[in-house]
């Protein structure tokens, strides 16, 4: 009746509770963590993200097991060995709904305590300046335009950061730092790029920029494995629309130079990640901006990868109208085959796409686990969509050390899954983990989430490798686009 699709993650069932001399053995019923995913052919993936297992099971099972139907006229008095695969993998409970909400609260504690140390080492980000060489219509500096800018981080200020960040014990995973602007990579930041990568490099740092790469080619000398290691670079589809949406100031477009400064950057033994930011605009040009990649040499090329993200409605002046969810987004690639390598990157805000092995977390990004974005005048941010707009500064940088905000700061950094009502009764509470801060409180008290989609999107993503990997299952004419 089911076919296991993947090794749970978890032996130690949170769903069972074991009989002790007090307790009245309790009846099973569906646990309330139980997610489906429709296939064809009268089977569904049956999951559950807090054991982590995956079942190919009928969907009437699957229906019944997410309570959205009657039982199963066959699983009416199902064998004992089902019912016990079944508990073990989390799909079917003797705990009462609290007790089972409080199982949850509970690992989702575990988790998020086993990494408090970690999160003690911050992840740093340097924001060299808010200024920029293109006039993107969707950039976040809508936000912070108006103000007297942009000034550039001096390197004695860079010099006085290195002295913070010194007080900080080494962590292994975290040597990296990032470069982020405005557009950290012009001319006029050279000479502060320079007095970074030195300081850095003498630590043991690499480094990631995010660029628009226009002027990489003034850089070529710190791009390297050891120095500038890996760029996020933006191309937003085929060359017109580019040049359409990503004009430099003078109004010229920039994609054949970006195009040949990646080249260049590859060619020092550099990751570059191409990210596409997409909206109702440029979305039906997917396709073409594949075809294009390809032309210029970019598609397959060693160490490039691509992927889309949609355009965040905290980036601009789009309408609302424009924009995309990540769901829309990741049915529109799974329509066209060759468009689904536009899928493959994780945790950059992009189209995440997960397999069947995922990995658990207690916090949604960096923001409110251990990122601290340091910028050119001293303030101190923790998310770099609203760095630069002082009223989410949770520092300022003095003495050559933060003085933090005390409650804008721990505001963040409390944010876990364990703190969101909602999100403890989530599926997927552990997957997720409480969706985005900023997108969060636009819907009001601090506790407040936007989910954005994201359990249609994991659900897509499972489906997705599934059907890859069992094609038989697929429809002739390609997958149903409904979950
Ligand atoms: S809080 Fe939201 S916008 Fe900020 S880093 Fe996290 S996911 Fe990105
Ligand atoms: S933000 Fe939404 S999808 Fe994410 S864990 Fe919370 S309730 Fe679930």
Redesign the pocket.
């Known amino acids: 009746m089911t076919t296991q699709v993947n090794a749970m993650g978890r032996t130690d069932s949170y769903a069972l509770r074991t009989s002790t001399p007090h307790s009245t053995p309790t009846k099973l019923r569906p646990g309330a963590y139980n997610l489906q995913s429709r296939l064809p052919g009268g089977q569904s993936l049956l999951v559950n993200c807090i054991t982590r297992a995956i079942d190919l099971v009928p969907t009437s099972l699957a229906e019944y097991l997410t309570e959205v139907g009657e039982i199963p006229e066959d699983f009416v008095d199902p064998p004992q060995a089902l019912l016990d695969y079944l508990a073990l993998r989390g799909y079917v409970t003797n705990l009462s709904p609290e007790e089972e909400r409080t199982a949850v609260r509970d690992l989702a504690t575990r988790i998020d305590a086993a990494r408090a140390q970690e999160r003690a080492t911050p992840t740093f980000t340097f924001v060299l300046t808010y200024g920029c060489n293109l006039a993107c219509t969707y950039c976040f500096q809508s936000g912070i335009e108006g103000r007297a800018r942009p000034s550039i981080m001096s390197p004695d200020l860079v010099v006085r950061y290195f002295r913070y960040i010194d007080t900080f014990p080494h962590n292994q995973s975290k040597q990296n730092i990032e470069l982020f602007g405005g557009e950290p990579l012009m001319k006029s930041t050279r000479k502060t790029v320079e007095t970074i990568v030195k300081l850095g490099v003498d630590r043991g740092y690499t480094f990631t920029a995010t660029t628009n790469g226009v002027q990489l080619d003034h850089f070529r000398d710190l791009l390297s494995p050891t120095k500038i290691a890996r760029l996020l670079v933006t191309l937003d589809g085929p060359r017109e629309i580019h040049d359409a949406r990503r004009i430099n100031t003078s109004g010229h477009g920039t994609f054949a130079r970006i195009v040949s400064n990646i080249k260049a950057a590859t060619d020092e033994g550099v990751m570059v990640s191409i990210r596409t930011n997409v909206d109702r605009d440029n979305l039906a040009h997917l396709p073409a901006f594949i075809d294009s990649l390809d032309e210029v040499g970019l598609l397959g090329r060693r160490n490039v990868t691509v992927f889309a993200a949609p355009v965040k409605p905290s980036l601009g002046s789009l309408a609302t109208s424009e924009l995309l969810s990540h769901s829309e987004l990741i049915e529109f690639l799974s329509r066209d085959r060759r468009l689904l390598a536009l899928r493959d990157e994780k945790n950059q805000g992009s189209v995440n796409s997960w397999d069947f092995s995922w990995g658990e977390q207690s916090r949604y990004c960096g923001a409110v686990s251990s990122s601290l974005l340091l910028d050119p005048e001293g303030l101190v941010f923790t998310c770099n969509e609203v760095v630069g707009q002082p009223e989410h500064a949770v520092g300022q940088f003095r003495d050559d050390t933060v003085e933090f905000f005390a409650d804008k700061y721990s505001r963040w950094r409390k944010r876990s899954?364990v703190a969101?009502e909602?999100?403890l009764g989530?599926?997927?509470?552990l997957v997720?983990?409480?969706?985005c801060a900023i997108r969060?409180w636009h819907e009001g008290s601090a506790g407040a989430?936007?989910?954005?989609g994201?359990?249609e999107a994991f659900l897509s993503s499972l489906r997705r490798q599934f059907l890859t990997q069992n094609p038989q299952q697929e429809e002739p004419d390609g997958p149903p686009t409904s979950l």
């Not at 989530?426 to 509470?429: G, K, M």
């Not at 997720?432 to 969706?435: D, F, H, N, R, S």
């Not at 989430?449 to 954005?452: A, K």
Request: with cysteine; hydrophobic share 35%.
């Open positions: 899954v969101l909602q999100c989530c599926q997927v509470a997720c983990a409480g969706g969060g989430v936007d989910c954005g994201f359990k």
